[in-house]
């Protein structure tokens, strides 16, 4: 059974609100006690939040939906509803959150940070709320909004200084367990490492991170072996260290070969051309071993790289590498130091923007707009008044007068909202004119006929 999962698809969805109440007051000497429905509380969160004593995102391969509580309905009596509870998703440091199309939400990075996956929705207001003084004893309430329901993809980019990339048995496990207290499984057959290790090394004052990243092969960049599951545990590392084997017994196989090939991984990879290279030629115990990175030593040099000739069965050679990684690792975190002045940009808002747009289409006219949609959604259409309050709303906010400008006519199909629209036929009826009728009630929308057969004008109202 797998105990380590890197990448997981997620499907979250925040809590929906709870819808309002719409009460009366009924009580002993108080015939007009007045509205007194509670507001519904809102939907709780879906969190992605970084916890330190995380290192895997193994309990969202086994869990992948995850949904937030919603909030409880208000009640009589000015009783609000209880908020839902957050869910809160404990993953490690280094997650990277995107969408399935690749669209990076957040890089979580440091103990504590968090981001939101999932938006609980909003309750709704209780007719207590939506009393005024047209209104005074409302007989509808506002619907709780849905939470925000999406698929998210979850990467772990392991967090650490310096990693060592080579072939399967290059011997990075021992070195990685040789300097720092990591206890890797070792063995003398390939593949050995299907996790990657981290490793804490100390020289001097200097403390960074190692990680043993599994072994690379030709083709790792297009996914062969363990290939893309562990590339993008290279991508945060500032310093790579080749780990190259020098007492290889498989035929075509040397040092210089496996150094060229895995360049050639990391640069179809991309992005970490940038990175500083150390050289370990490792194995040098072994009979045949030191003579063979003497040799491949002053290649190697040649090409400019730092080569340390090491032993990590007999721990030799490894303090001049541990302090030539410290070295390098302290040059990256002086640079990462020097943080540019955020240039703050601010965008007013438009003077004639309205929150929303009426576009033509040949269906009819569609509305587009935060407000709009969400008045919409908060709408129970199974009740005239609330219906007639959705359109004052909506005249208010001046959609009747975008809709007579776009040559919107009566009785046309107006679409409000982009996926599953609530559509309806216009009839600019109520504009102007006070509500009416008893409660739960609103005889403008009766009216609209009649409206109409006296020849409606919208200029007039």
């Avoid at 002086?334 to 929303?356: C, H, N, Q, W, Y």
Wanted: aromatic share 6%; hydrophobic share 40%; with cysteine.
């Amino acid at each position: 059974m797998a105990t380590f999962v890197d990448r997981v698809a997620l499907h979250v969805q925040g809590g929906d609100g709870g819808h309002g109440c719409s009460s009366v007051l009924r009580e002993k000497f108080k015939p007009l006690g007045g509205p007194d429905g509670g507001n519904g509380g809102r939907g709780g969160d879906v969190i992605a939040r970084v916890d330190p004593q995380v290192t895997t995102l193994l309990e969202f391969h086994h869990g992948p939906n995850r949904r937030a509580t919603s909030g409880k309905p208000g009640q009589g009596g000015h009783r609000n509803g209880a908020t839902g509870d957050d869910i809160i998703l404990n993953v490690p440091g280094g997650t990277v959150v995107t969408t399935v199309d690749g669209e990076v939400l957040a890089d979580l990075v440091g103990a504590g940070a968090q981001f939101i996956l999932a938006r609980g929705g909003r309750g709704g207001l209780g007719n207590a709320a939506l009393a005024s003084s047209r209104r005074k004893a409302p007989g509808f309430a506002l619907l709780g909004e849905p939470g925000d329901e999406r698929d998210v993809v979850m990467e772990l980019k392991t967090v650490a200084d310096v990693a060592l990339v080579g072939f399967p048995s290059a011997g990075k496990s021992s070195l990685i367990a040789a300097i720092s207290a990591a206890r890797p499984k070792i063995a003398d057959y390939p593949f050995t490492t299907l996790v990657p290790n981290l490793g804490v090394v100390t020289t001097g004052d200097m403390v960074y991170t190692v990680a043993d990243v599994p072994g690379l092969i030709p083709g790792a960049s297009q996914g062969k072996g363990l290939g893309l599951e562990f590339l993008r545990h290279v991508e945060r590392c500032s310093v790579l260290v080749h780990v190259l084997d020098c007492a290889t017994m498989e035929p075509g196989r040397d040092p210089i070969a496996d150094f060229d090939i895995i360049e050639a991984e990391l640069a179809a990879y991309g992005g970490l051309q940038d990175r500083p290279r150390l050289v370990a030629l490792n194995k040098i115990d072994v009979p045949d071993g030191r003579a063979l990175a003497d040799l491949e030593r002053t290649v190697l040099e040649a090409r400019g790289y730092r080569v340390f000739e090491v032993s990590a069965a007999a721990r030799e050679g490894l303090q001049p590498l541990i302090y030539a990684m410290g070295e390098l690792v302290g040059v990256a975190r002086a640079e990462s130091m020097v943080i540019e002045r955020e240039r703050v940009v601010l965008t007013p808002k438009a003077v004639d923007d309205s929150g929303f747009k009426v576009s033509r289409e040949p269906e009819g006219f569609r509305i587009r707009g935060a407000r709009p949609e969400r008045w919409v959604r908060q709408t129970d259409f199974n009740n005239d008044e609330a219906v007639g309050y959705l359109a004052d709303r909506l005249a208010r906010l001046g959609v009747e007068k975008a809709l007579t400008d776009a040559g919107a006519t009566p009785g046309v199909a107006v679409m409000i909202g982009g996926t599953n629209p609530v559509v309806f036929d216009w009839y600019p009826t109520i504009l102007g004119l006070p509500h009416s009728g008893p409660r739960g009630t609103d005889t403008r929308l009766d009216a609209r006929l009649d409206e109409l057969d006296d020849g409606y004008d919208l200029e007039d109202r």
